[in-house]
């Protein structure tokens, strides 16, 4: 898995930050989500998953691993 973001459509809404707090981080001046790491560990991708899905602002993009 590899993860993107998009500083651009982010809200700050930080349903990432609640959903995979070991992947997704909220910037203090703006709220903006910021990428902890682009490749996370196999026991927290559901979550990355679900933290895509739940993003208002489809900030975030889950590559499979061969990308």
Known sequence: ??????????????????????????????GLVQLRTERPDPAVQSDVRLAATLCPGSAITVHDSNT
Not at 2 to 27: E, K, N, S
């Open 1 to 30: 898995m590899h993860v993107t973001i998009d500083q651009d459509r982010c809200c700050g809404a930080g349903q990432c930050v609640l959903t995979a707090p070991t992947v997704f981080d909220q910037g203090e001046d703006d």
